[in-house]
T-cell receptor, first 111, second 116 residues
Framework: GESVGLHLPTLSVQEGDNSIINCAYSNSASDYFIWYKQESGKGPQFIIDIRSNMDKRQGQRVTVLLNKTVKHLSLQIAATQPGDSAVYFCAEKGGGFKTIFGAGTRLFVKA | GAGVSQSPSNKVTEKGKDVELRCDPISGHTALYWYRQSLGQGLEFLIYFQGNSAPDKSGLPSDRFSAERTGGSVSTLTIQRTQQEDSAVYLC??????????????FGEGSWLTVV
């Protein structure tokens, strides 16, 4: 089956700092992108999404940036809080049914 | 229901036994997905259902794995003759449909399977 099974990269930030989590996606035909947050022992939760006709989208304390030229997606978290500690997954969708997930990044927030 | 509901939340089984994992999607969602997540790793696609169409089983790792969806709602993932490498979290998700790129999928809390 399709596998995204890699040991997760880790990002450690100080509480109050901004966090940037990066993701490289694989399919140039993908036109919809999503970020998910997964806390320990829970299922992934939707954070924010962006369509390919946009470069940037802002939510509450989060911003997603899309660079289609280099197939790169980033999630910026402003004023990172201890509750932001989790694994963050990017996902892409290309008009078909399948949502393909990246390997994930573990975010540690130091108090 | 308000969210995707999965049961059991935790299951410990002996090697060689069969297990069934249940998923109840969000009401009105026609698309249903199963993913597997091994400890500390990413999400592995297993199978997808959309309405009454034939499911896409391309992600199932072996013929010991099967899934069905009755009445277009509840789904059951069955693992026969479980092996220790089957130990993982099995995540179910649903979305309004899969025809549009913009339909976000929403996950349940997962069923944690441990094969001893």
């Amino acid at each position: 089956g399709e596998s995204v099974g890699l040991h997760l990269p880790t990002l450690s930030v100080q509480e109050g700092d901004n966090s940037i989590i990066n993701c490289a996606y694989s399919n140039s035909a993908s036109d919809y992108f999503i970020w998910y947050k997964q806390e320990s022992g829970k299922g992934p939760q939707f954070i924010i999404d962006i369509r390919s006709n946009m470069d940037k989208r802002q939510g509450q304390r989060v911003t997603v940036l899309l660079n289609k030229t280099v197939k790169h997606l980033s999630l910026q978290i402003a004023a990172t809080q201890p509750g932001d500690s989790a694994v963050y997954f990017c996902a892409e969708k290309g008009g078909g049914f399948k949502t393909i997930f990246g390997a994930g990044t573990r975010l540690f927030v130091k108090a | 229901g308000a969210g995707v509901s999965q049961s059991p939340s935790n299951k410990v089984t002996e090697k060689g036994k069969d297990v069934e994992l249940r998923c109840d999607p969000i009401s009105g969602h026609t698309a249903l997905y199963w993913y597997r997540q091994s400890l500390g790793q990413g999400l592995e696609f297993l199978i997808y259902f959309q309405g009454n169409s034939a499911p896409d089983k391309s992600g199932l790792p072996s013929d010991r794995f099967s899934a069905e969806r009755t009445g277009g709602s509840v789904s059951t993932l069955t693992i026969q003759r479980t092996q220790q490498e089957d130990s993982a979290v099995y995540l179910c998700a649903s979305s309004l449909s899969a025809g549009s790129s913009g339909n976000t999928i929403y996950f349940g809390e997962g069923s944690w399977l441990t094969v001893v």
